[in-house]
Structure formats: structure tokens, C-alpha cells
């Protein structure tokens, strides 16, 4: 629906990327000279992966995935994130465990569904 487009759209608005990428929270993962897949942490909290749709189902988010992980494993025991719908099965996949099940009321009385899920890992 339109209404969870204009959600995602302001949550992961140009303002907040840039702010990410100030931070040195962000990722990228290029191939060649173009970027396909993204992925942004704060502390222990995955906060944004994106893949370019073309890269898709090709491993490259697995693989950006992975390497965030290895770093947010230096300094914390767990890495948390949250899932839509569609990411879940690539989540768990990868380790990842549903701890609660998530809604939020947008606009319109649009509901936004989507799992709270965790990775314990170790401190290296």
C-alpha cells in the first residue's frame, strides 16, 4: 500500500542515510565500479540492508551480512535487527531467531508487520 511506500520512504529517508553515512555506520559493497548492496549498524543493531534488485539472489547480501556481523561481534555477544515479512527466511537462514512479533499503525490505519529477531554471537 501507498501508505507503507511514504513509511519506508521517510524512515529511510536521504536525510537519515547521510546522517548514517556521517557516523560511519554504513557499508557498501561494490563490484566492479557500481554498488550493489548496502548495509547500515548502530552499537549491536542492524538497522538498513539493501541489494540492488539485478544482484539480488546472487549472495552478495549473505555475504555484506556476514561482515557487519563479524564486526559488531568484536565488541557485543548479540546482534539484533528487524525483518519484514519477506527477509525473515533469509534471517534464519543465517542464524537469526524470532524473539516477538512486531506491528505498527501508519497512516490510514495501515499495519506495518514485521519480527523483532536476534544472532547471539561471541566476542572476538
Do not use: W
Not at 18 to 47: A, Y
Not at 94 to 100: A, H, I, M, Q
Request: charged letters at 30%; a positive charge.
Amino acid at each position: 500500500p501507498t501508505e507503507v511506500v511514504d513509511f519506508f520512504s521517510e524512515h529511510h529517508s536521504k536525510e537519515a542515510i547521510l546522517k548514517d553515512i556521517e557516523n560511519e555506520h554504513v557499508r557498501v559493497l561494490m563490484v566492479k565500479d557500481e554498488i550493489v548492496r548496502t548495509g547500515s549498524f548502530i552499537d549491536n543493531h542492524i538497522t538498513r540492508i539493501f541489494v540492488v534488485p539485478k544482484y539480488q539472489g546472487k549472495g552478495y547480501g549473505t555475504y555484506i551480512i556476514k561482515e557487519i556481523e563479524s564486526e559488531i561481534s568484536k565488541k557485543y555477544d548479540t546482534i539484533y535487527l528487524e525483518a519484514s515479512l519477506s527477509s525473515v527466511i533469509l534471517y534464519e537462514k543465517l542464524g537469526y531467531k524470532t524473539v516477538k512479533h512486531k506491528k505498527h499503525i501508519i497512516k490510514n490505519d495501515r499495519v506495518l508487520v514485521y519480527d523483532i529477531m536476534d544472532k547471539n554471537v561471541k566476542c572476538r
